[in-house]
């Protein structure tokens, strides 16, 4: 029942946020204007608040504070309130350097200083990847290389270097995946409800065993479906820039958390990491820069081939459940066959985008 209650309680204050802050953002002119010009990614039709993931955001730690005061079920084994602490702040981060964003459009270089300090912040609270498991049976340790900063009362602070950088590298990576997916009404909210969701079963299991993880992701699950209620299609509030990054962060801390389970991130992820990856190494092999907005990714060459929006996310979101879904049952070895059963399928995926892109151009011309 503590699970149910967290899950309802996050969704109800969801709803309640995401009216509030909607008002907030036509008031402070936090809009998505629509856009006609060729090419733009900007397809609706009417303005939409940029405030969604203030929302998500607030609905999900305050639910947080009242497990934390009514009960002990959060910080009642391995969590430490130091790492409740340097999450919150990670995603304030995140939030306010969104915000100044949608206000003032900064520029990429100083985009990604938010994503970098909200990083570094949870690493130095204590979550970092110490170790994964190898495919082909031994397991991986980054944490053998230590670097001490200074000793205060003979207890030495240092940094794990190898750890502490894949850590860094992998919560940019899946946050900037979720960045570069929020193009369609909806998507990364719902990609990122099912990956919590897959997190949550994955930490009830006998081999993690750790509902302080369930309870965090069941939690996040619920701030998602509360403002989905706004954001499917057509729209009423979106992510936002703190809102897009946040998602991304949150799967990478609670994949962290639910003993380093990259691979199963990595499923849930799969479709838009291989997607963000064509994408930026194309805009890189253009020469233009690699955070460039465009319509190149996958979710928009859907809606040329003639999916609908609807369509669109449902398959995109289908493709993440399966995989993600599938991941509670491989072992490491499996999921990388997985992996790259992913990989073919994208690759098919693609194809079959294109044609079906230059049948419908054909089809136009002729009528």
Same mark, same amino acid.
Request: charged letters at 15%; a positive charge; proline letters at 3%.
């Given at each position: 029942?503590?699970?149910? *209650?967290?899950? +309802?309680?996050?969704?109800?204050?969801?709803?309640? !946020? /995401?009216?509030? #802050?909607?008002?907030?953002?036509?008031?402070?002119?936090?809009?998505?204007?629509?856009?006609?010009?060729?090419?733009?990614?900007?397809?609706?039709?009417?303005?939409?608040?940029?405030?969604?993931?203030?929302?998500?955001?607030?609905?999900?730690?305050?639910? &947080?504070? $009242?497990?934390?005061?009514?009960?002990?079920?959060?910080?009642?084994?391995?969590?430490?309130?130091?790492?409740?602490?340097?999450?919150?702040?990670? *995603?304030?981060?995140?939030?306010? %350097?969104? #915000?100044?964003?949608?206000?003032?459009?900064?520029?990429?270089?100083?985009?990604?200083?938010?994503?970098? !300090?909200?990083?570094?912040? #949870?690493?130095?609270?204590?979550?970092?990847?110490?170790?994964?498991?190898?495919?082909?049976?031994? /397991?991986?340790?980054?944490?053998?290389?230590?670097?001490?900063?200074?000793?205060? =009362?003979?207890?030495?602070?240092?940094?794990? #270097?190898?750890?502490?950088?894949?850590?860094?590298?992998? !919560?940019?990576?899946?946050?900037?995946?979720?960045?570069?997916?929020?193009?369609?009404?909806?998507?990364?909210?719902? !990609?990122?409800? &099912?990956?919590?969701?897959?997190?949550?079963?994955?930490?009830?299991? /006998?081999?993690?065993?750790?509902?302080?993880?369930?309870?965090?992701?069941?939690?996040?699950? %619920?701030?998602?479906?509360?403002?989905?209620?706004?954001?499917?299609?057509?729209?009423?509030?979106?992510?936002?820039?703190?809102?897009?990054?946040? +998602?991304?962060?949150?799967?990478?801390?609670?994949?962290?958390?639910?003993?380093?389970? &990259?691979?199963?991130?990595?499923?849930?992820?799969? $479709?838009?990491?291989?997607?963000?990856?064509?994408?930026?190494?194309?805009?890189?092999?253009?020469?233009?820069?690699?955070?460039?907005?465009?319509? =190149?990714?996958?979710?928009?060459?859907?809606?040329?081939?003639?999916?609908?929006? =609807?369509?669109?996310?449902?398959?995109?979101?289908?493709?993440?459940?399966?995989?993600?879904?599938?991941?509670?049952?491989?072992?490491?070895?499996?999921?990388?066959?997985?992996?790259?059963?992913?990989? *073919?399928?994208?690759?098919?995926?693609?194809?079959?985008? $294109?044609?079906?892109?230059?049948?419908?151009?054909?089809?136009?011309?002729?009528?």
């Amino acid at each position: 029942m503590i699970y149910l *209650g967290a899950f +309802c309680l996050s969704a109800g204050l969801a709803i309640f !946020i /995401t009216l509030l #802050v909607k008002k907030i953002a036509f008031r402070y002119n936090l809009l998505d204007q629509p856009r006609t010009d060729e090419g733009s990614r900007h397809i609706h039709k009417t303005p939409a608040a940029l405030m969604g993931g203030v929302a998500i955001f607030m609905a999900f730690f305050l639910t &947080v504070l $009242v497990e934390i005061f009514w009960s002990d079920s959060l910080l009642g084994g391995f969590l430490l309130p130091k790492h409740l602490g340097v999450i919150f702040l990670g *995603g304030l981060v995140l939030i306010i %350097g969104g #915000v100044l964003d949608d206000k003032y459009n900064l520029k990429p270089s100083r985009q990604i200083i938010f994503p970098i !300090i909200s990083a570094l912040i #949870v690493i130095a609270g204590g979550i970092g990847i110490a170790y994964i498991n190898n495919p082909f049976g031994s /397991t991986l340790y980054f944490d053998q290389l230590k670097l001490t900063l200074f000793s205060y =009362q003979g207890v030495p602070y240092q940094i794990m #270097v190898l750890a502490d950088l894949f850590a860094l590298i992998w !919560i940019l990576g899946s946050s900037y995946t979720t960045k570069f997916l929020d193009g369609l009404d909806g998507l990364v909210a719902s !990609i990122t409800a &099912v990956g919590s969701f897959v997190i949550f079963i994955l930490a009830l299991s /006998t081999s993690v065993a750790q509902p302080e993880t369930a309870l965090l992701a069941i939690t996040l699950v %619920g701030a998602l479906v509360g403002y989905l209620v706004f954001a499917w299609h057509p729209a009423k509030i979106f992510l936002g820039e703190g809102g897009s990054l946040f +998602c991304g962060f949150m799967l990478a801390v609670l994949a962290i958390l639910a003993g380093s389970k &990259v691979a199963t991130a990595l499923l849930i992820l799969g $479709v838009p990491i291989l997607d963000v990856i064509w994408v930026v190494l194309r805009r890189i092999w253009k020469k233009k820069s690699p955070f460039l907005a465009d319509r =190149q990714h996958l979710h928009f060459r859907l809606l040329d081939a003639g999916f609908s929006y =609807q369509q669109a996310v449902l398959f995109l979101v289908a493709i993440s459940a399966i995989f993600g879904f599938a991941s509670l049952f491989l072992q490491s070895k499996e999921k990388l066959i997985a992996l790259l059963i992913l990989l *073919g399928i994208m690759v098919i995926l693609a194809l079959v985008v $294109v044609y079906l892109y230059q049948q419908k151009k054909r089809l136009d011309k002729e009528r």
